[in-house]
């Protein structure tokens, strides 16, 4: 009996300790599930970016700096600008890509490199190179700015994959090959390559080319690298390898084979290209410039890449395009009734907080709380933690509908580790987004915080570095200093992107036969002469040749000396060389109606002008517009829409016209004005909207206006792929039954319906006739480039001849003089020059060679 007391004792002690092991785990993992709340998943999840030492670009609201390769230069220039503008003008092309003859096959060797020393070595064989082949591959989910994880690199005898995560902190050392302009690097589609190298490394590409603008060249059906490769190598690549996660190591096989077979096989197909670029020749003989040097313009736009540059989006406060893009999107699906105040002042803080979450913790928006996630928030407003997470997951399952079978998403672990906060993003009120940036930084990354500091949020917490910051932004908004510094932002984009990338003038020169100089030109006119063995070279450097023939005319002869006169790349108003554009002294919209012999000179109206300069010259110039249509009573702008209730005559036009006193609205205030009162109507000041329904009601005849009328003036000037947007989003057809009209018909059953007929634009030309022109039609620019300009010409044709053209012209070249005070206009350029000419034997202006080049083109 004893013993079985003992084994009765024993067993119990035993289930009590089990039990009792069971209760302390438990209670363990309760007590570390606590301690979690509010600490960050950063904290327990590691990033191979926090691991690099050297960041370039962080998350901050600070603008990025480029390199500066000496104390002088300023870090918003490009560093190598100098050396790119020079193969602009002259770049290198004796050199072969690889040989056609070479052994296609990608073997099983490559060179993996993940460390300094291998990187060094990797430098040392691509300096020997004259060409080799790049390509990167990225990843943007989990990073806010994204970041290059591996770079391919192949020479005709070997590929290259540099693990960009290992060796980041020592990628500078690839600097020297890439900007040496004697070594080509062939990429495919470059445009985001280019910025990438330079956000992470500080590694800008010299003499690129790009075999993508090569197929542009060429008017290849498709430019996609995977079309190449099937084409010219008989390979076929899986381009969904492109949305993996690049980031893991070791990479899998079948990763590591497409990386390799996006570099391997370029060089091969930029030789192929090349080749076909030689042999390219137009059809037919239509101008000076039809037969360029196919090969250098594809080397050309390839090396234009080479000169963009990297810069981050800065805005006024953290998430404000986001949030109006997506109050827009919603207004525009739900219409006004969904259009109130607190629906987009939640919008505007959840995208304010993911904004900056994303910055903290290194994600893309996308990942941290999508758009959709963020309206249902916004119109839900859920009060628990159980609710929001499931509001978050219903939203994005709701997003991927084609997918049936999909179940419900777990939120972001940025969402998850700080699900406290939208108590106070969706309870609290408060419509200051600066307030959501403060509270939010000192919550999670103040001296408590619960957001590990690193390289990359380093930088938020300086407040000169954000655009939010009280010293920026009044109570009223930006204050002349921040104002100050938009503009001049803005004015350095317009000459990033619109000034010219090389020199204009090349300043070759063509002498008569007798060894006269005729005239100076660009390098394509002399290939035009030689091309046809109408001249010979008689100097190298700078180019110059002799023609074979008699010339018609001489510059003597037409009494101007301005063509035999070199011409410096600089703005004729005030001298800036460092940037310039060409300017139109007299309007496209006049000039593209001239009779051909009168706009045949027409080098002489177009000059170089800075930024600055054009701004001045293109607002004396709309001015002048105006004055014109005054003075000839034609009209800029479309005059007058047929009411929807008035019936059409028999012609298909309306009966009542306006007067042309009455003026026109311009097609850009127009849509502007209709763009605004839709979008924002509800909430503008009563007498602004007041103001922008005169301007539209001033384009329908001054009758009221509906909200379809403002949907019908989105229309006006709106390019097409605009109009293809809305099309494919309302179902709208677009349909043009003339060179002169376009209706826009509403799809029923395959047929246009009666009532989008009504809806024609109506304009007066010079004998007061109604005629019709469409708001949507190509002829139609915002800037008035329609009937206004070719009514003008022929009205001047009519009435006084070849000689009231020249007056014309003359008129606005005083118009230029008076706005700009121009000071370094070329030698021999002048106000009176009558543009009067006679055409040669071989001048594609001849009438005889038009009549003959008509005559083959329909034969």
């Known amino acids: 009996m004893e013993n079985k007391d003992k084994i009765k004792i024993a067993i119990t002690i035993s289930c009590l300790a089990v039990v009792s092991i069971l209760l302390a785990s438990k209670f363990r993992k309760q007590r570390k599930r606590k301690q979690n709340i509010g600490s960050c998943y950063l904290k327990s999840e590691a990033k191979p970016q926090h691991k690099f030492k050297l960041v ?142 330079q956000r992470d490394f500080h590694i800008y590409v010299v003499n690129l080319f790009d075999t993508a603008k090569a197929c542009d060249v060429l008017s290849k059906p498709q430019r996609s690298l995977a079309y190449l490769l099937e084409t010219y190598c008989g390979v076929t690549t899986n381009k969904l390898y492109q949305r993996e996660d690049w980031r893991q190591r070791p990479l899998p096989l079948d990763m590591i084979e497409y990386a390799r077979m996006d570099a391997h096989y370029l060089l091969y197909i930029a030789e192929c290209l090349v080749s076909e670029l030689k042999l390219y020749k137009t059809e037919n003989s239509a101008s000076l410039d039809d037969k360029l040097d196919f090969v250098f313009e594809a080397n050309r736009r390839s090396n234009a890449l080479c000169l963009q540059l990297f810069t981050k989006e800065l805005e006024a406060s953290p998430g404000q395009s986001a949030a109006s893009s997506i109050i827009s999107r919603h207004v525009n699906e739900y219409g006004n009734s969904k259009n109130d105040t607190r629906f987009q002042d939640l919008v505007r803080r959840l995208c304010s907080w993911r904004d900056l979450m994303a910055r903290m913790h290194d994600e893309s928006l996308k990942y941290v709380l999508s758009d959709n996630a963020i309206v249902a928030l916004a119109e839900k407003t859920p009060l628990t933690t159980t ?64 957001c590990p500091l690193s390289l990359y949020n380093y930088g938020l917490l300086s407040k000169s570095n954000t655009k939010v910051s009280k010293k920026l932004v009044s109570k009223n908004g930006y204050n002349k200093f921040s104002k100050k510094v938009a503009r001049k932002a803005s004015r350095e984009l317009f000459v990033q992107k619109f000034s010219c990338k090389s020199p204009v003038y090349h300043n070759c020169r063509i002498y008569a036969n007798d060894g006269r100089l005729l005239c100076y030109c660009d390098k394509r006119k002399l290939e035009w002469y030689l091309q046809r063995d109408l001249a010979k070279i008689i100097e190298e450097n700078p180019p110059a040749i002799m023609l074979l023939f008699e010339p018609k005319g001489r510059p003597e002869d037409e009494g101007n000396d301005f063509y035999i006169q070199s011409k410096k790349n600089i703005c004729v108003g005030c001298g800036e060389g460092n940037h310039y554009l060409r300017y139109r002294i007299i309007p496209s919209c006049y000039r593209i109606h001239f009779p051909e012999h009168l706009k045949s000179h027409r080098s002489h109206d177009i000059v170089l002008v800075c930024v600055d300069c054009h701004e001045k010259a293109h607002s004396a110039a709309e001015k002048y517009k105006k004055k014109v249509a005054s003075e000839f009573g034609i009209p800029l702008f479309v005059h007058k829409v047929v009411d929807s209730n008035e019936e059409l005559d028999d012609s298909g036009c309306g009966t009542s016209v306006m007067k042309l006193a009455d003026g026109g609205v311009s097609p850009l205030e127009l849509r502007t004005a209709a763009m605004a009162l839709l979008r924002h109507g509800p909430r503008m000041p009563a007498k602004r909207c007041e103001e922008l329904k005169e301007v539209v009601k001033k384009y329908y005849g001054g009758r009221e206006i509906t909200e379809e009328d403002l949907q019908k003036a989105l229309l006006v000037g709106m390019s097409p792929h605009e109009k293809r947007r809305l099309q494919k989003k309302k179902g709208l057809t677009f349909n043009n039954h003339s060179s002169n009209n376009t209706w826009l018909s509403s799809k029923k059953d395959g047929k246009e319906t009666h009532e989008a007929k009504k809806d024609c634009v109506m304009d007066l030309d010079v004998d007061s006739e109604v005629s019709m022109f469409a708001t949507c039609s190509s002829k139609l620019s915002l800037l008035g480039h329609g009937p206004h300009g070719k009514q003008v010409v022929d009205f001047l044709l009519k009435e006084h001849g070849e000689d009231g053209i020249r007056e014309f012209c003359q008129r606005w070249r005083q118009v230029f003089v008076e706005a700009i005070h121009p000071r370094f206009l070329p030698g021999g350029w002048d106000v009176t020059h009558s543009g009067r000419r006679e055409f040669g034997d071989f001048s594609v202006y001849n009438p005889a060679n038009k009549t003959s080049s008509s005559t083959v083109a329909e034969g």
């Open 56 to 197: 370039l670009a962080n998350n901050s609201y600070s603008p990025f700096k480029h390199l500066k390769l000496d104390d002088d230069s300023s870090s918003d220039l490009h560093p190598y600008e100098s050396e790119i503008k020079a193969l602009l003008e002259k770049p290198e092309l004796d050199f072969e890509f690889c040989n056609r003859s070479m052994d296609m096959d990608m073997t099983d060797t490559y060179v993996w490199i993940d460390d300094e020393s291998k990187l060094k070595e990797l430098v040392q064989v691509l300096s020997k190179e004259t060409v080799f082949a790049v390509d990167t591959e990225q990843h943007s989910l989990r990073s806010f700015l994204g970041f290059t994880a591996l770079i391919q690199i192949s020479t005709i005898k070997e590929d290259y994959l540099v693990d960009t995560i290992a060796v980041h902190d020592f990628m500078g050392i690839l600097c020297p090959v890439f900007a040496n302009p004697n070594i080509c690097k062939v990429f495919h589609g470059a445009d985001n390559d280019v910025i990438w190298l």
């Open 387 to 450: 609710d929001i997470c499931t509001t978050i997951s219903q939203a994005d399952i709701d997003t991927d509908s084609l997918n049936s079978n999909s179940t419900p998403r777990i939120p972001s672990s940025v969402v998850l580790s700080h699900l406290d906060d939208f108590t106070y993003l969706l309870q609290h009120q408060t419509n200051n987004p600066d307030d959501i940036f403060q509270l939010v930084l000192k919550k999670h990354l103040g001296p408590h915080g619960s």
